[in-house]
T-cell receptor, first 112, second 116 residues
Framework: DSGVTQTPKHLITATGQRVTLRCSPR?????VYWYQQSLDQGLQFLIQ???????AKGNILERFSAQQFPDLHSELNLSSLELGDSALYFC???????????FGPGTRLLVL | AQTVTQSQPEMSVQEAETVTLSCTYD???????LFWYKQPPSRQMILVIR??????QNATENRFSVNFQKAAKSFSLKISDSQLGDAAMYFC?????????????FGKGTHLIIQP
């Protein structure tokens, strides 16, 4: 158990819908990262927050957004969902911005 | 942009034997981190080992060790005394050090099969 929690574990929804994925980092970690793992794209970095502020963006679509709250938990919002958004979404956390990232168990999203 | 290449989609090894997984990367940075993560069938991403580019000594963690060749931009993982529980996907990952924030850049992974 890495200490990073993610909810829900599984999510099934329809095209065009909006969903919110939640992540709680390890105690003491200030950085939260979001990643997407799909069969065709592999593991891709989406976005990073540090102590409530956005610090880096990767291959995140405009339909996706995220935020980190004062208690340091983070949410990833996915809207206007398409079939291709079906993937495993991971959250990872680290103490600062350069340290080792520890991954949560992931949220498996299926868009039908 | 940084890239990470794992040229072996799948490797197979007999239990108790030694196996080496390959990884090469491309970067213009001089300071960075390299990682190996393991993803078993549960899909959990588990850190195996980490190497800082400024350290000449190769990292080791019990049965896991790396061969870090900075000039060649090579970062291989050696697993000694392979066990059935080592069966998983293994991902090599890169992260630049210092400066601005950034996420991990992953290779496509190597599927390791352990033959009993």
């Amino acid at each position: 158990d890495s200490g990073v929690t993610q909810t829900p574990k599984h999510l099934i929804t329809a095209t065009g819908q909006r969903v919110t994925l939640r992540c709680s980092p390890r105690s003491g970690d200030l950085s939260v990262y979001w990643y997407q793992q799909s069969l065709d794209q592999g593991l891709q970095f989406l976005i990073q927050y540090y102590n409530g502020e956005e610090r880096a963006k990767g291959n995140i679509l405009e339909r996706f957004s995220a935020q980190q709250f004062p208690d340091l938990h983070s949410e990833l919002n996915l809207s206007s969902l398409e079939l291709g958004d079906s993937a495993l979404y991971f959250c990872a956390s680290s103490v600062g911005m350069g340290e080792t990232q520890y991954f949560g168990p992931g949220t498996r999203l299926l868009v039908l | 942009a940084q890239t990470v290449t794992q040229s072996q989609p799948e490797m197979s090894v007999q239990e108790a034997e030694t196996v080496t997984l390959s990884c090469t990367y491309d970067t213009s940075e001089s300071d960075y981190y390299l990682f190996w993560y393991k993803q078993p069938p549960s899909r959990q991403m588990i850190l195996v080992i980490r190497q800082e580019a400024y350290k000449q000594q190769n990292a080791t963690e019990n049965r896991f060790s790396v061969n870090f060749q900075k000039a060649a931009k090579s970062f291989s993982l050696k697993i000694s005394d392979s066990q059935l529980g080592d069966a998983a996907m293994y991902f090599c990952a890169y992260k630049k050090m210092g400066g601005g924030a950034d996420g991990l850049t992953f290779g496509k992974g190597t599927h390791l099969i352990i033959q009993p």
